[in-house]
């Protein structure tokens, strides 16, 4: 039968880009990825079979996609509800996308607030050996003398925020 060889093509780089997508879903360790790229390649190979011509422009169409298909992967996948909850670190389990939304934004509020204290000052309210309680700007912080004890009421200042960690100095 003469033009199975288009077909083949046209069945191998649908499958292709069916297992790539299935490879966005279902984590197989790359596995599908790999068996997608045999597919586009075999798929080549068919139209080149079919003419030399076609060949020509499927070998050109994959390398322009390949690149393109994966880096549109790398970039939007991680924003995506899927993407979301299957790359460690953005979800809780049993957690929504908006409370992870919620949460993500807190603790972004969280650490632009504890580096904005940088070089703040404040007083000691508890003896800090060397953790204990500062307060400045009205609130109550949990913080980390830097150079030994710091006894309460003594002024302080912050040098570092290093984590959720203060670092204070007593200002002499």
């Not at 790229?37 to 994959?62: H, Q």
């Not at 996609?65 to 996948?77: I, L, Q």
Request: hydrophobic residues 50%; charged residues 20%; contains cysteine.
């Amino acid at each position: 039968m003469e033009g199975m060889e288009l077909v083949w093509g046209v069945g191998l780089f649908a499958a292709a880009f069916l297992l790539f997508v299935i490879e966005m879903f279902v984590p197989s360790a790359g596995i599908l990825g790999i068996t997608a790229a045999i597919c586009a390649i075999a798929g080549c190979v068919a139209f080149f079979m079919y003419s030399p011509m076609i060949g020509m422009l499927s070998a050109v169409f994959l390398i322009i996609a390949a690149p393109t298909a994966a880096y549109a992967a790398f970039k939007y996948y991680p924003h995506t509800p899927i993407g979301r909850r299957m790359i460690l670190g953005n979800t809780a389990p049993g957690e929504d996308d908006e409370s992870a939304q919620r949460r993500a934004y807190e603790k972004a509020e969280t650490q632009a607030r504890e580096k904005q204290i940088v070089g703040a000052e404040g007083v000691a309210v508890t003896d800090l050996h060397p953790v204990g309680v500062v307060r400045i700007e009205g609130e109550r912080i949990q913080a980390l003398a830097e150079t030994g004890i710091i006894e309460a009421d003594t002024p302080i200042r912050v040098i570092a925020v290093v984590g959720s960690e203060v670092r204070v100095r007593p200002i002499t």
